[in-house]
C-alpha cells in the first residue's frame, strides 16, 4: 500500500464515510481545483491524487482491500509534521484586493531525534569541480583539500563520484563505494587549472555518474562548484536540471569569488530543491563543502516537496524558502522542490497570496497544501501531509496580530527585497531609484546592528550613483548575505 496515499485523507473524510458521502467531497474539491476552473499548477498535481482516491473508494473491491491493509500500517513508522499558519485568522472584507501570508513548515517525526542511531544517511554524492585557468593557485588547492577532507567523512558504503571540468569533463573518480580512500585522495590531487569554461560538459557528465546508483534509499546530491561563467550552455543545463529533479537528485552550487552566473546558478539549484552558496574568497571553500556535506549525512526525509492550490479567485504571487538555507522558490510547478529534511531541523516556506476584494462574510477555504517526502528509515518510504487553510471574513474589528514568527521573517525578507529592487531599477535605467534604495537598505541594516553589510549596501549606492551599475562583489554580497540573515536569531531552525 502507498504510504503517501491515504483517500481518506485526499479527500477529507472520515473512514467510515459512506459512498454518497465520497461523492459530495469529491464535487467540492473538483468545484476549487478542478483544471476547468483552476490553471494553478498545484491545482492540477493535486485534482489527480483527488481523482485517485475518489475513483478508489466508490470500487467497493478497492475500498476494501485498501482498508485492510491500511489496518497493516507499522505505527513504529516515523512521519513528518506539517503545519500551515496564516498571517491572519479573520479578514475584513475591503473593496480592494488584499495580501495574507502562510507560513508553511515540516518538522521530522520527534521519535527520530532519540533514535540517534539512525541519524547516519546513506550518500550517493557526486563534486563537479571546476578546474579552468582561473581557478588556478590558492583557489583549487583548497577545493582540493575541502575534496580530501570530504573522502575522509564519507562512510565505507556510501558512493561518491568526482568529476572535474573546464571546456571539457574528466571523470577524476567514477561512482561506487569509498573504499581505498589513499588513491582516491591522490587522484583529485593531480587536477591541474587549465583550459576555459563550460558548465554543461561536467554538469551531464557528473549527472551520468551520480545515475549509476540513484536509488530511493540514498541521499542523491550533486554540488557544483565553479568561479566563472559559462557561454552558450545554460538552456541545456538548466534543461538537464528539470529532468535529474524528476528523477530524485538534487543539485547545491556553490559560487567562487565574484565572476560567475549568480542567476543561472540559482535556477539549477531552485528546480531540484538544492542551494546556492556565495564564496567570496578561497578561504572560505574548505568550510562551505565540508559542512554542506555533513548536513547531506544528516538527512531524514529526502526529496521534499511542497504544493500548494489556492482557490480559485485567489492568487499565488510568490513563496520564498526560509529554512534551512534561505531562496526564492518557483511557483510555475505544481509541486516545488524544497530539499532535505534533516533530523533536527524545519523546512520552512512563506507564500504570498492575494485575496480578492468584496468578500462575503462568514468562513472560508483559502488553499489546499500538501507536503511530500522519502522517510529513508521507513520501509514504506513515501510519506504525505495535507493541510486545507481556511480563514474567517467578518466586519468586526478583532485583535489578530500576525504570529511573531511570520513578522520576524517578513521583516527580514524585506531586506531582501529591498537589495532586488534596487537592482531591477538599475535594469530599467532608473538610478535615482536604485541609489534611494540602497541608501535606505543601509540604514535598515544599521538599525538591525549589521554594520558591515550595511557600510556594503553605502558603498553600492554610491557606487551606483557614479557608474550607474553595481559592482559584481556588491551585488552578490548583498543578495546572499541579506538571504542568510532570514537564519539570524530563528527560534525555528532547530528541533530540540
Known sequence: MRFDFDPYSE??????????????AYHRAAKRFHPDHNKNPGAATQIADITAAYELLLDKGKRRDYDEQRGLINETEYY?????????????????????????????????????????????????LDHSNSMNG???DKVKVAAHQIIDQMQPDDILSIVSFNDRAEVIIEANTV?????????????TAIGGTEIFQGFEAGIQQNRRFLAPRLVNHVILLTDGHTFGDQEPTISLAKTVATEGIAVSAMGLGQDWNDEFLDQIATVTGGTTSYINSAGGVIRFLNDHVRSLANVFAERVQLSI?????????SAFKLLPAPQPLSIDTGNIPVGSLQFNRTIAALFQLELPPNLKPGFRTVARFTATGDILTNQQQKYKAIN????????????????????????????????????EALER??????????????????????????QQAQAEAQQVAYTNNL???????????????????SSQADVE
Open 11 to 24: 479527500l477529507g473524510i472520515s473512514p467510515t464515510a459512506s459512498t454518497d458521502d465520497v461523492r459530495a
Open 80 to 128: 513528518f509534521q506539517f503545519r500551515v499558519t496564516c498571517s491572519k485568522r479573520v479578514v475584513n472584507p475591503l473593496n480592494e484586493t488584499q495580501v495574507i501570508y502562510m507560513l508553511a513548515e515540516v518538522l521530522p517525526d520527534p521519535r527520530a531525534l532519540e533514535s540517534k542511531h539512525k541519524r547516519d544517511s546513506r550518500l550517493n554524492l557526486t563534486l563537479i
Open 138 to 140: 590558492t583557489r583549487l
Open 179 to 191: 573504499k581505498d580512500k589513499a588513491a582516491l585522495k591522490a587522484r583529485v590531487s593531480m587536477m
Open 309 to 317: 492550490a489556492p482557490d480559485t479567485d485567489i492568487t499565488l504571487e
Open 388 to 423: 486545507d487553510v481556511s480563514v474567517e471574513i467578518s466586519d468586526e474589528t478583532r485583535d489578530d496580530n500576525p504570529p511573531t514568527a511570520i513578522l520576524e521573517a517578513l521583516s527580514k525578507l524585506t531586506l531582501y527585497k529591498m537589495q532586488q529592487r534596487a537592482q
Open 429 to 454: 535605467g532608473d538610478v535615482k531609484e536604485a541609489t534611494r534604495r540602497l541608501e535606505n537598505l543601509s540604514t535598515r541594516l544599521i538599525e538591525m546592528g549589521e554594520y558591515e553589510l550595511a
Open 471 to 489: 559592482s559584481d562583489k556588491g551585488r552578490k554580497t548583498l543578495k546572499y548575505h541579506t538571504r542568510s540573515l532570514l537564519l539570524s536569531g
